[in-house]
């Protein structure tokens, strides 16, 4: 009797979960200019925007979580939105990192905060940021602990800011040589065909288009 009682018990939860019902797979957004935040203190400027919004999974909850694949558009973050997503993200998740300030420049970014070693240790990395078509890359030509350079450094901050992902995806950010890798795809579940990503004062520039475009543009430039 008490084995077939905690059986049933074990069984409930799914029987809870088929019977909730998913909303209709998959809803498309559409923005010629507007703005859009997921959470308080973070905005995303849209223009141009096209993306369809995937459940993650057949099943509740992950039925009522969103994949968002961009067919295209453009994509603007302040910096204040970066610090303010950085600074939520590592909250959350007991990150050894804290202080975290996001700013770009001429195409540059400027990370700086504190990370925990024995003592909490102020940080600053510098480096030009640019995409392989699906991630964003920071080349790392600077990076100093207490204001000293630091080789190995790179390594530790890499692994700390994982955090950012939480504990379902710890690949969000990944070493590449002298390259931080951040995966939009695991950080945020954005997923789409990364042309071109600029920085201003102001913040990030990213540019979603279709992989083809740039072929096709290349073979127009051929004909002339």
Known sequence: ?????????????????DSVKCPPPPSSMQMDKGDYSNQPGVIFELQSFSAT????????????A?????????????????????????QQNNSR????????????????GKMKKLIWMPFEVDGPVSTDG?????????????GIPVKGLLDALGKHLQTVTGSESPQGVVIKGDNLVFQPGEIAHVKGHIAAVSSTSRGLEVRFAPAESKAKIASLGHKH
Do not use: W
């Not at 919004?53 to 009522?64: I, V």
């Not at 969103?66 to 590592?90: A, M, P, Y």
């Open 134 to 146: 699906t991630n964003l890359l920071v080349q790392t030509k600077s990076i100093k602990a207490m």
């Open 53 to 64: 919004l995937q459940p993650r999974g057949k099943r509740a909850p992950l039925c009522y």
């Open 1 to 17: 009797m008490f084995r077939a009682l905690l059986i049933l018990a074990a069984l409930t939860p799914l029987a809870v979960a």
């Open 66 to 90: 969103r994949t968002t694949i961009v067919e295209k558009g453009d994509v603007f973050v302040s910096n204040e939105s970066l610090t303010h997503l950085f600074g939520q993200k590592l």
């Open 97 to 112: 990192l804290k202080d975290v300030q996001v700013e770009l420049k001429d195409n540059e970014v400027h990370f700086s």
